[in-house]
């Protein structure tokens, strides 16, 4: 039997991610961190992922969000619209008050979803059609995707300014702006999970990011290969790859010859605050983003960054020189050594902390979003104004 909607509480689907907790994505990061906030607003939430990421020990709660895990192939080309096609035919029978797709990708669904009577929002995470992976099919399909998630939704949401601008000229509909948030540091005070990977506190680089081509690690290996006096500081790439494929491969080829770099491999949870709490330097030479998660936790710790100067990372609003071409290794390789001659002072960190907190709080985004789900819900009640 379909679900009693006599319930008192309004029921949140989660779709189109591979889920939580503790997932490599940042699709991930940001349900992982809005879900459990949902909740403690009074509704009830579900997160449908997808069965071959299933994290160890996790049950079918997690932080007060039910879990669900449907069965689907693990392949790049066909895992997120056979799982989404799924996941929309459970929410057409367990009838969720909104069902929330999120990415371009799952978007395809969006029709499909409203010709079941349900109430659709779309998050839209980023371009993901100009992924360097995809080919001319994919990028077609994608493209199409968006198109069918910004016309077709109750609710469209962008996690970027130049996202919602975009959609807005493009299809003429209202998208609402409510960014990624930043995760509070939490900072861990030990060091044993970075002295296991070879590591010493406040004597490495980093970057944390899925091993795939959009994110260049390649170039930021190059970089650090290129210093003239790195005094001893070490690399440390995070983040590992769902399909290992050729870029992956280059990836760890790189590492291998140059030293000082250390592939640590996707982390979480505290072995991640660790590594976050002891850099020295984070960096991000992405030629994609939606909205950096990876940078705004970086700043969240009060690291000093250098980033791409692509769009989305230049709407975090750092400082000029924390910006540097993208793609560029000459430019890149100098950034890295003035970054490192002239360190962070602890007044500085401090006022980092405070500025980035108070412009990307999760607290902030949850609210948003609540308010978002009242006004597509004029039937049942979500709190007063």
Request: with cysteine; hydrophobic share 40%.
């Amino acid at each position: 039997m379909p679900a009693d909607k006599s319930k008192s509480k309004v029921n949140i689907m989660f779709l189109g991610l591979r889920g939580i907790p503790k997932v490599q994505g940042g699709i991930e990061k940001h349900v992982e961190h809005l879900a459990p906030l949902i909740v403690d607003r009074g509704l009830s939430v579900e997160v449908v992922g997808r069965s071959a990421y299933l994290p160890e020990q996790v049950g079918k709660k997690w932080q007060g969000v039910a879990l669900t895990w449907l069965p689907c192939p693990k392949n790049k080309f066909f895992e997120t619209i056979f799982h989404t096609f799924f996941g929309v035919c459970r929410a057409a029978w367990t009838r969720p008050d909104v069902l929330h797709l999120h990415a371009v990708g799952p978007a395809l669904m969006t029709p499909v979803a409203r010709l079941a009577g349900l109430k659709v929002a779309v998050t839209h995470h980023g371009y993901d059609y100009n992924r360097d992976k995809w080919g001319p099919v994919a990028k077609a399909i994608l493209k199409a995707g968006e198109y069918l998630g910004m016309k077709f939704a109750n609710l469209r949401i962008a996690i970027s300014k130049d996202i919602s601008t975009t959609m807005k000229t493009r299809y003429g509909v209202d998208v609402h702006f409510v960014p990624n948030g930043m995760p509070g540091s939490g900072a861990s005070k030990g060091a044993e999970r970075i002295e296991a990977f070879g590591l010493k506190p406040a004597n490495y680089i980093m970057v944390a990011a899925r091993l795939v081509p959009e994110k260049r690690q390649l170039d930021l290996i190059k970089a650090y290969a290129r210093m003239s006096n790195p005094g001893g500081i070490q690399l440390a790439v995070v983040g590992g790859s769902d399909h290992p494929d050729e870029y992956e491969k280059k990836v760890r080829i790189e590492a291998d010859k140059t030293p000082g770099v250390v592939m640590t491999g996707f982390q979480s949870g505290e072995a991640l605050s660790e590594l976050f709490a002891n850099a020295r330097l984070f960096v991000l030479p992405s030629s994609h983003e939606g909205m950096p998660i990876a940078l705004l936790e970086a700043l969240g710790y009060g690291l000093p960054v250098l980033a791409s100067d692509i769009v989305p990372n230049k709407e975090i609003g750092l400082c000029q020189r924390d910006y540097f071409p993208v793609g560029d290794i000459n430019e890149l390789t100098k950034a890295l050594e003035r970054k490192l001659a002239d360190p962070m002072n602890a007044e500085t960190k401090r006022e980092q902390i405070e500025r980035f907190h108070q412009m990307y709080g999760w607290d902030t985004v949850a609210e948003e979003t609540f308010r978002l789900y009242r006004g597509i819900l004029h039937e049942k009640c979500l709190g007063s104004e």
